[in-house]
C-alpha cells in the first residue's frame, strides 16, 4: 500500500495499522521547499526508519525531489 508520510504523527500510525494488517508498505513525502526545510525530511526518515523495524525497509520516494531530477530538468 502506498502510505503517504506528512511527518506528523497520523501518517506513522495509519503506515503502522496498515501494517499490523498484513499490508507492506511504500512511502511518499511531497516537500515544498522554501516552506519545509531538509530537517522536514529528516523527520520523515527517522519515522520510516521506525517503522521499518515491524516491516522491514520501506522504498520512500521524496516526491517533489524526484520530479525536479526526473522532470522538470529535460
Not at 519545509?36 to 520501506?58: C, E, N, P, R
Amino acid at each position: 500500500g502506498m502510505l503517504m508520510i506528512s511527518g506528523g504523527i497520523d501518517s506513522p500510525v495509519a503506515g503502522f495499522m496498515m501494517m499490523k494488517r498484513g499490508v507492506k508498505i511504500e512511502a511518499i513525502h511531497f516537500s515544498s521547499p522554501p516552506y519545509t526545510s531538509d530537517m522536514a525530511i529528516y523527520k520523515v526518515k527517522t519515522l520510516l526508519k521506525s517503522l521499518a523495524k515491524v516491516q522491514g525497509q520501506i522504498k520512500f520516494i521524496n516526491i517533489l525531489g524526484h520530479l525536479f531530477l526526473h522532470v522538470m530538468e529535460k
